[in-house]
């Protein structure tokens, strides 16, 4: 059974840094695109960033690039998102998924595309 499991949220100031943390099990990761999105209450899902399964594509939304950067470990079964100068509006729960798309370089960005939800992380920017 495929799990998620999502670290490093918490409180950081406004200028600072965080590096959120998602470790994969119970499935080869090699063969899954992984990625990240947040919600605040009564918003839907906002995509973040994605990496394809070898982690040589990334693709990330236009709100964070620039300050948060996607990468994946090179087993593929971790992967992180780093923080840089979040803002008070970064603050959410920020929730690791992964989709299997075998050899393909897709690399959804839809949140109805992923199969396989962490139990998410909440991450609070101070000003």
């Known amino acids: 059974q495929v799990q998620l499991v999502e670290s490093g949220g918490g409180l950081v100031q406004t200028g600072g840094s965080l590096r959120l943390s998602c470790v994969a099990s119970?499935?080869?990761?090699?063969?899954?695109?992984m990625g990240w999105f947040r919600q605040t209450p009564g918003k839907e899902r906002e995509f973040l960033a994605a990496?394809?399964?070898?982690?040589?594509?990334?693709y990330g939304a236009d709100s964070v690039k620039g300050r948060f950067t996607i990468s994946r470990d090179s087993a593929g079964n971790t992967i992180y998102l780093q923080m840089n100068s979040p803002k008070p509006e970064d603050t959410a729960v920020y929730y690791c998924?992964?989709?299997?798309?075998?050899?393909?370089?897709?690399?959804?960005?839809?949140?109805?595309?992923?199969?396989?939800w962490g139990q998410g992380t909440q991450v609070t920017v101070s000003s």
């Open positions: 119970g499935g080869t990761f090699s063969r899954y695109a």
């Open positions: 990496v394809n399964w070898s982690g040589a594509r990334t």
């Open positions: 998924t992964a989709k299997y798309v075998g050899y393909s370089r897709s690399v959804p960005t839809g949140f109805k595309e992923y199969t396989y």
